[in-house]
């Protein structure tokens, strides 16, 4: 059967820009350095970055309108399951903070939200983020009740008095703690390195046709990564990305600082196949076997065929 987008005009083709959807993550706004920067010019390589919402950019990359896009691993297990099938060739970074349990005054642990009613978007990653921060504390699902809203609704959740504690990912979780004065992270995705990896994601008929182009994006990384990171360049590359996103280089620094980027040299150990959230492998089908109970989708996804390193460096 052909993956989605071998049928689709403009996938695959063997000449012209690669398309690739972008979205306001800190791991993936890092691109905009590149691109300011004209290093995929530089590298021989012809892109075009488009800048979309997150869910917007998933849209298109289903639609067969761009020929990649930025995504979580558990998100590109989501697409795929849904036709439009992805393959991760390179980690940008795993979310270390930014994605947190923002508890009310007075509740300073997750073992004092038993009882108590949480607030989450069910079904996506923030719901296993939840998951993952209660059998930490030696608890279940079952010792919460979950209040199921939409992420970007939660500050007003939490403000309202309705829950003990929201799950949500920066900005939204810093929203929720400035609506709520005394509100604070009793859990975040720092303790659990690994759960949430974030990546470029290639559809499968353009990774084929267009093998080596891809090679030169991958490499552009490592630069871009080297810049955010030389103290003497780290100013001028927070400019560039608050500038993309129309916040000020202040706002934006503290969101870059939950947001652990991986060079490609780290990518390497992430792309062996093992258990756990230290491994793509792992993770992802910790993120299938949430997905599938969640009924997020029907049948278990084929992890493997989700993940290539050969793009890596050797």
């Known amino acids: 059967m052909l993956a989605l987008g071998a049928l689709l005009p403009g996938i695959g083709q063997a000449s012209g820009p690669l398309r690739i959807g972008y979205s306001d993550w800190p791991g993936w706004v890092a691109w905009q350095v ?20 997150y869910s917007a950019s998933l849209d298109a990359f289903s639609a067969g309108k761009i020929d990649a896009v930025t995504m979580s691993n558990g998100d590109a297990l989501v697409t795929g399951a849904g036709g439009a099938r992805s393959v991760l060739v390179m980690l940008t970074d795993y979310s270390d903070g930014n994605d947190m349990v923002v508890a009310r005054p007075g509740i300073k642990r997750m073992q004092d939200l038993k009882g108590q009613k949480v607030g989450v978007e069910i079904g996506l990653l923030e ?11 030696g608890m279940q699902e079952g010792d919460v009740t979950l209040v199921n809203a939409k992420t970007n609704e939660l500050p007003q959740v939490l403000a309202a008095g309705d829950v003990a504690a929201v799950v949500a990912w920066q900005p939204v979780s810093g929203q929720a703690m400035k609506g709520l004065p005394g509100a604070r992270p ?6 659990e390195p690994g759960l949430i990896y974030d990546a470029l994601a290639v559809n499968p008929a353009s990774l084929s046709a267009r093998r080596a182009d891809w090679g030169k994006v991958v490499k552009v990384w490592d630069r871009v990564v080297a810049y955010i990171a030389d103290p003497a360049t780290a100013a001028d590359a927070v400019r ?10 202040a706002a934006f620094a503290p969101l870059l600082k939950g947001t652990r980027l991986l060079t490609l040299q780290e990518n390497k150990p992430r792309f062996v196949k093992q258990e756990g959230f230290g491994s793509l492998y792992g993770s992802s089908r910790i993120a299938d076997r949430f997905n599938v109970a969640n009924a997020v989708y029907a049948k278990p996804q084929d992890v493997d065929s989700y993940i290539d390193a050969s793009l890596l460096p050797r």
Not at 127 to 132: A, S
Not at 240 to 249: E, F, H, K, N, Y
Request: charged residues 20%.
């Open 34 to 53: 590149a691109i300011e920067k004209g290093w995929f010019k530089e590298a021989g390589v012809d892109v075009a970055f488009q800048w979309f919402d």
């Open 127 to 137: 719901h296993l983020l939840l998951l993952n921060g209660l059998k930490k504390a």
């Open 186 to 191: 009793i859990y975040t995705s720092a303790d």
């Open 240 to 249: 560039v990305m608050s500038a993309r996103v129309g916040i000020s280089p």
